[in-house]
């Protein structure tokens, strides 16, 4: 009898266990990171009797939770790649939305400024149409400097989520150190039982910092994790925990540098390692994309300076003097490390802005010579102790560096920001060319000088008019041509017998102008090239300022300026359309990780309830057998009245 | 496979934002009417589009220079017409003036005429464009192109001719310089011109005819009687190269040298002479002004008038250079007109052809977007209502 009685005490004491967890169970079905507890039966060890081992009941073996941390491992890992994805893919789209405006973008303006350049051409001397190419180009240059602040803001909301991020990495590795501790003192207690809340919360805390950063967890035996984040940095180790700090970029302050403390406050940049989480999505961002765009951008508006500024120096302007800077110049800029202990200055040029890549150049000293290379490319070159010609760069350094002292070239980086329309009176601009061609009346035949276009303003204004001369025999017997004199002299050859139709030379000494020579002149005619003293009509150089809009100037001259902004446009459209598919997958992969965990360690409702019936069926049966034992009892003291 | 509450729900919801996503998508299409919102959209096509976007800007600028080169051409058109007009009034006074029936009061009166015409040349030759340019003075357009200096005129411009870019690949001359215009014509018949010196005492009436292209030397021919009732002699001689021919001159008959013939009508006197010059480039003020002094100085009869009837029989072989000469310049202008024409309707037909490129690449397919729209809300419908469903689905409902 007593024997039932116990049976049935511990088959309700176990129940009620079995019901509590399920009710344990109930309750989380929405708490994050639960996993779902089951109680182990087993049953009390039988005491021996004659006949046999009767049964003693039952009790919990123990409460283990429904995980597996390969799936966790999963889970975080493939929410690292996710998140690293969707973070890039969305501050891609911010930039791609940035560049898309159509209307009143860069690439309107462009449109603008070169016809506001046509109307000039179309009427060279009147200053309502100079007037408004000033407005376009001061315009298209606020494009660019807007531009540019858009992606230096793009810059600064990046610091700003990466110090937040930082923020909650070491508040998760200082509550993972914490838990590390609790879990080994909470399983001593229990005398070896999982303490599974912990352990899930701890799961948890793993799952959200994979959010954030990839991670490599590993499990001691007493139960602890030790967190590894770059190439293998500890974050934490049991109970200690390290912090992630960010530094000023080595070459430039505000490209901030992520860092880990390691022992005696030893802070070593991890900022190349970091691998998955929102984190790499930020900086492979920052690093890749905006840079580039920013390069690009910045080394257009550095192109438009250069080749608008040579042409418009070939130029007249409305008083007659040669042209000037119609854009104020933009400097290359060679940024030197913060670290550096030598003495040494880098200086950088633009020799062929046609050459000019929209890339960096570390320049680093290895004690006996300079290395460049090439941030895009990866490609080396040992210049020795400089100076060099690279890429359309000159690029020179002064002595007194010392071992691992270097420098970051950047032909362009921030140049959109520099852009600036240098003149401001309209009289400036150079819309005339500066030479004049003439044939007077009193020629017999009918010689002319068709065009005259100078390349350079070598020898530009000439001293005196010069004046060509043909003769049948200017070259010698039976070879005509014109003799020079004047300003320039020499001769050129010319034979009206078959080059009437047009002959162009090159005069080097008077701006390597090309002329284009035709007609038949008779002996002794001759033919005039003089300075254009009072062309406020000649539209030449205002033609050729339009010309540029078709001609290929930058990048290799493969592209023009429309061209290159086209290019930055669709390069940043097509990353950010990879980014976004790569999101997709890796969400999807995320999603499938999640679903298999959740499908293991997830609480089910109705798998709950149907646990409740059938904890509460064994618990009412256990309870009729104390009834049960209670009338046998009573049978029996009856049977003694 | 178990499947967790949360999972279950969490299934649900991710499936309803996953259609509004693709149905605000749509929408956005549906309410811009275009394909492409952003570059990531379609990177090569928003490439595509900011290409035909600045060649539209392009095609929309040659038509404005299209425009001013219309507006320039047929203003150097007009001035072109109206200073052949004026030249032939001249020719025609010319003609008139030269007519025995004439009194030196009704020439004075033509000479008058003829130098007011003048001055109406040099006023058309001075026009200035709507901006205030002087057409006709080259690049110096701020300067008036001829002015009357003394009893000349003078060129003030220079020789630049003003082109304008019409196409992607076509610049066009739109003004050309007075320099050519104006003083680009010969003298006489373009070939040579005679001139009758004011000494001459006889009244010869001068006929010239010749079959060559140009007559390489400027010739005197002069006449000798030794004494009165000798035969007259005349002999010719170039300035260049001397002595050409001798001979006995007839009444009546032709004088012939170097491709030349001259018949002399009239009596000659002993020492008489008549020059045979090249032509040369003459600004049409200076001519037209010659006439008028010729037929003020030419007011006499006898010698004076036979030399005037010489003079203003080459006046009149000038004023054909002349009006030639204008006429091949208002060809030139009519042949880039008719170029302007041909580049405006290829602008246009461009224009035309942009805007469909644009079009195919970027306007919305309304059929396709608007059924994309309703099969997209139905899934949304769907999943919703499943949702729902399931999520009434729970043995707890059963657990009475």
Known sequence: ?641 | MRISSIEQFQQGIDSILNQQAKLNQTQLQLATGKKVLKPSDDPAVATQLLNLSSLKANNLQYDRNINTALNELELQESVLASSGNVLQRVRELVIQANNATQSPQTREAIADEISNLANELLQLANTKSPSGEYIFAGYNSRTPAFAKSGADFVYQGDQGQRLLQVSEDTQLAVRDNGADVFQGMSTGDGRFLLETPASNTGDGLVKMSSTIDAISDNYTITFIQANPGDPLLYSVSGEDVGAVATGTFAAGEAINFNGISIEIDGTLENGDSYQINRSVRQDVFQSVQAIANALLAGTETGAKSSKLANDLGQSISTMDQALEHLQSRRTIVGNRLQALDTRASENADGLVRLERQTSELNDLDFAEAVSRLNLQTTALQAAQQSYIKIQGLSLFNYLR
């Open chain 1, 1 to 641: 009898m007593p024997n039932v009685l116990n049976v049935a005490t511990s088959g309700l004491l176990t129940m009620q266990k079995a019901l509590a967890t399920t009710g344990h169970n109930i309750a989380n079905v929405s708490t994050e990171g639960y996993s779902r507890q089951t109680v182990t039966f087993e049953s009390r060890e039988a005491g021996a009797g004659s006949g046999g081992f009767v049964g003693n009941g039952v009790r919990t073996a123990t409460i283990v939770r429904a995980y597996d941390a390969f799936l966790g491992k999963e889970l975080r890992d493939t929410t690292s790649a996710a998140k690293h994805f969707e973070v890039f893919s969305q501050m891609a789209g911010k930039l791609d939305d940035l560049l898309a405006e159509q209307d009143g973008g860069v690439a309107t303006q462009f449109e603008r400024l070169f016809s506001s350049i046509q109307d000039v051409s179309n009427n060279p001397s009147a200053t309502p149409e100079r007037q408004v190419l000033l407005g376009e180009a001061r315009a298209l240059v606020t494009q660019f400097n807007q531009l540019d602040t858009a992606l230096a803001s793009m810059n600064d909301q990046i610091n700003v989520r990466l110090e937040s991020m930082v923020q909650e990495i070491n508040a998760i590795a200082k509550n993972v150190a914490l838990i590390n501790d609790k879990i080994d003192s909470a399983r001593a207690a229990a005398g070896g039982q999982p303490p599974n809340d912990l352990l899930d919360k701890r799961d948890l805390l793993l799952q959200q910092l994979s959010e954030y950063i990839g991670v490599t967890v590993t499990e001691q035996s007493n139960g602890a994790v030790n967190i590894l984040v770059g190439t293998g940095q500890p974050l934490v180790v049991g109970t200690r925990f390290e912090s992630l700090s960010l530094g000023p970029g080595r070459y430039d302050p505000v490209a901030f540098e992520v860092e880990i403390e390691q022992a005696a406050g030893n802070s070593v940049p991890i900022t190349e390692a970091v691998s998955g989480g929102a984190m790499q999505g930020l900086l492979r961002f920052r690093d890749e994309t905006l840079s580039s765009a920013r390069h690009e951008v910045g080394l257009l508006a550095t192109g438009v300076t250069e080749t608008f500024n040579a042409q418009h120096k070939l130029g007249l302007d409305l008083s007659g003097t040669a042209g000037g800077n119609f854009f104020a110049p933009i400097a290359p800029v060679a940024a030197s490390d913060y670290q550096n202990t030598g003495t040494s200055v880098a200086t950088v040029s633009i020799s062929n802005i046609a050459e000019v890549q929209p890339t960096d150049y570390k320049l680093y000293y290895n004690g006996t010579a300079w290395q460049l290379t090439n941030q895009t490319s990866g490609e080396t070159n040992n210049i020795g102790l400089g100076p060099i010609t690279i890429d359309g760069l000159t690029i020179g350094v002064t002595a007194g560096a010392n071992i691992g002292d270097s420098y970051l070239i950047r032909p362009a980086y921030r140049a959109a920001s520099a852009f600036r329309v240098e003149i401001t009176q309209t009289s400036k601009i150079a819309a005339a060319a500066p030479l004049v061609a003439s044939a007077p009346i009193t020629n017999q035949g009918d010689a002319t000088i068709n065009s005259i276009e100078n390349a350079n303003m070598t020898g530009i204004p000439v001293a005196a008019d010069v004046t060509l001369t043909y003769s049948a025999s200017a070259l010698g017997a039976g070879q005509p041509g014109f003799t020079l004199s004047g300003g320039v002299t020499g001769t050129i050859a010319y034979d009206p017998a078959n080059e009437s139709g047009g002959k162009t030379v090159t005069l080097a000494n008077l701006g390597g102008s090309s002329l284009q020579l035709a007609g038949v002149p008779a002996e002794g005619d001759v033919l005039t090239i003089a300075n254009n003293t009072s062309g406020g009509g000649d539209n030449r150089n205002a033609l050729r300022l339009s010309g540029l809009q078709s001609t290929g100037l930058l990048l290799n001259s493969a592209a023009s300026y429309q061209a290159m902004y086209a290019s930055t446009v669709s390069a940043v459209g097509i990353q950010t359309r990879q980014a976004t598919t790569s999101a997709e997958t890796q969400s999807t992969l995320q999603a499938q990780a999640n679903q298999s965990l959740n499908s293991l360690a997830g609480v089910n409702l109705d798998e709950e309830a149907a646990n409740l019936l059938k904890f509460q069926q064994a618990y009412q049966a256990t309870a009729q057998m104390v009834a049960t034992a209670n009338e046998m009892f009573n049978t029996l003291l009856s049977a003694f009245r």
